[in-house]
């Protein structure tokens, strides 16, 4: 919990400190930014590996499940990155690359989830 308050006690003074850039010298407060972003999103991963680990315990429990456990960390990890670089491309003042990107997202987390509608769709088969 404490490094959660750290963590949002630097983006918070990441923010405050682009603010002050905004103004005169816009790239920097850019640049300020993306540094901010970068080291909040390293730390999350970090905190996706305990994640993952846990989520590996689970596999023990599921019987013949495990593709689907590991399609919903891979639809996590591609709404992290895409939420991520999206929201570098707003504050960057791009906001039709950010929409791409998003869309992207959108897609691919669609594509990734079509096994499991698949498995649906052969259970709803086998009770007809």
Do not use: H
Request: aromatic residues 12%.
């Amino acid at each position: 919990m404490t490094v959660l308050i750290k963590i949002a006690f630097l983006g918070i003074a990441g923010v405050l400190l682009a603010i002050q850039f905004r103004g005169s010298k816009s790239e920097y407060a850019t640049y300020i930014g993306l540094a901010v972003g970068l080291i909040i999103f390293f730390f999350s991963i970090r905190q996706v590996e305990a994640v993952t680990a846990q989520f590996s315990r689970i596999k023990g429990y599921l019987n013949g499940a495990e593709e689907y456990l590991s399609i919903l960390l891979k639809v996590i990890g591609i709404t992290y990155i895409c939420e991520f670089s999206s929201g570098i491309c707003k504050d960057a003042g791009y906001q039709s690359v950010a929409g791409q990107i998003e869309i992207l997202g959108k897609l691919t987390v669609m594509f990734s989830g079509l096994p499991i509608l698949f498995a649906v769709i052969e259970q709803i088969q086998s009770f007809l």
